[in-house]
């Protein structure tokens, strides 16, 4: 709802041409809305899967598999590394800390502006 900018890293199957991730970049309809824009980096590719690195500022339901389903290419990994200006870090699954006073500010910032 606040248009907070989340960003994941994604692997999925086969090598999409550049023609699709322009699609993405643009913004797609899914169920009868576009999607807002996308930023997509090609991080690594290979002929069975690729990996990308992909910034959105929505936050639909299972936004980022349908936005690469609906272009053809299923996901097989998916983690979320950022959120607004917190990055996950060197934190491993399960793992926790508390935010600093500076992150806690920022973020309140962040959602006053949108």
Do not use: N
């Amino acid at each position: 709802s606040y248009e907070i900018r989340k960003t994941y890293l994604v692997k999925i199957q086969g090598s999409p041409e550049p023609s699709k991730l322009s699609r993405l970049e643009r913004g797609i309809d899914l169920d009868g809305q576009k999607t807002a824009p996308a930023k997509i980096v090609l991080l690594a590719r290979s002929s069975s899967k690729s990996l990308l690195r992909v910034e959105i500022h929505e936050g639909r339901k299972r936004e980022v598999r349908r936005m690469f389903e609906a272009i053809g290419h299923g996901v097989l990994e998916l983690k979320r590394i950022g959120f607004a200006s917190l990055r996950l870090g060197r934190l491993k699954r399960g793992e926790w800390r508390f935010l600093t006073r500076k992150e806690i500010d920022s973020l309140k910032k962040q959602v006053e502006l949108e």
